[in-house]
């Protein structure tokens, strides 16, 4: 039996995360979950946004199942917090269009790999007389791991080509050292073309050509934006799912915020969350469950009744969850 922590958090976070384990439960694996709290209610309750216990259920957990929550200015991030007490060094955004959505391009299917713990996500800010500064913390084991990771999810997944996007024409040392590591773990694994963009250029070839991309590796800022530009190519931040992968540890999670405007009403996508628990699953090595899920989702999607509004149906976040789940006897 698997031990799942579930933590739904804030906004919509709750409404899809109660429409993934509504799915959830109607399927093979055996799941015991248990729920956490993290994200601003929790900060509202408690005084914190991520409790001691939360970070100790997450850690003798087989995987966390993360909803979104909201981080109000000056409080502690609870996402950012989870993934460095666990150790969740890799970030991994797969950007694919699917049937039935309206998408700028039908044909993409790509990852990013984001190193997930340091960069300008490190948290080192001071103020000064002047204003603030913040310290972006590359190191080279960090960058080390990460490029290896890029790679051998490459293999893993049938894929030629890693790119590296950094800045290293101008942040010359710390972007210096990731490109440095980008080619020593591209010499181990000479059977995948490497190549190199700066950021600019990447940012602006997703828009021009992103078919010309499979992995793309980088750091923590600039893989953070980069995979919103990426959601936005294939109907939104609600289609695209996301995996924080340790050595360890690991947790699944939409790559959508927690939505506050919408938050109460039933209609958030609950895609990126559905797709987040294949991502789950077949790092279970649960392949047969998050294979008939992926596509009991896809029949869903290319059929085009019941969906919400943001995907141009009228149907409820649960509402589509339960045709997901009325699908899984059929595939």
Avoid: W
């Amino acid at each position: 039996m698997y031990r799942i922590c579930v933590i739904p958090g804030d906004g919509v976070g709750p409404e899809v995360m109660e429409a993934a384990l509504l799915v959830l439960e109607a399927m093979g694996p055996d799941m015991e979950f248990f729920s956490a709290m993290a994200g601003n209610a929790c900060f509202q309750k408690l005084g914190t946004t991520i409790p001691s216990q939360t970070i100790d259920l997450a850690l003798q957990s087989d995987a966390t199942l993360f909803g979104a929550v909201t981080t109000v200015p000056g409080q502690k991030s609870a996402i950012l917090t989870l993934r460095k007490e666990l150790d969740l060094y890799a970030n991994l955004r797969p950007v694919k269009s699917y049937p039935g959505i309206d998408s700028l391009y039908p044909d993409l299917d790509f990852l990013i790999v984001r190193e997930n713990t340091e960069g300008l996500y490190a948290g080192r800010e001071q103020y000064t007389p002047e204003g603030a500064q913040a310290l972006r913390v590359v190191t080279r084991k960090a960058s080390r791991r990460i490029c290896e990771f890029a790679f051998r999810q490459a293999q893993e997944n049938g894929f030629e080509l890693v790119t590296a996007v950094h800045k290293a024409n101008v942040l010359k040392k710390t972007d210096g050292i990731f490109r440095e590591a980008f080619y020593q773990a591209a010499e181990n694994h000479p059977e995948v073309e490497a190549e190199e963009l700066y950021v600019d250029a990447a940012a602006m070839f997703l828009v021009k050509n992103p078919q010309r991309f499979q992995v793309l590796v980088t750091t923590n800022l600039f893989g953070d934006i980069l995979s919103d530009e990426g959601a936005g190519l294939v109907g939104g931040l609600g289609m695209v799912p996301s995996a924080n992968i340790g050595d360890k540890n690991s947790l699944f999670e939409p790559v959508h915020g927690s939505a506050p405007d919408i938050a109460g009403h039933n209609v958030a996508n609950p895609t990126a969350m559905l797709l987040s628990v294949v991502m789950m699953l077949r790092h279970l090595k649960e392949e047969d469950a998050a294979t008939k899920l992926e596509k009991a989702l896809l029949m869903v999607l290319e059929e085009g009744r019941v969906l919400t509004p943001d995907l141009g149906g009228s149907s409820s976040t649960l509402e589509m969850a339960r045709e997901v789940r009325g699908k899984l006897d059929s595939v």
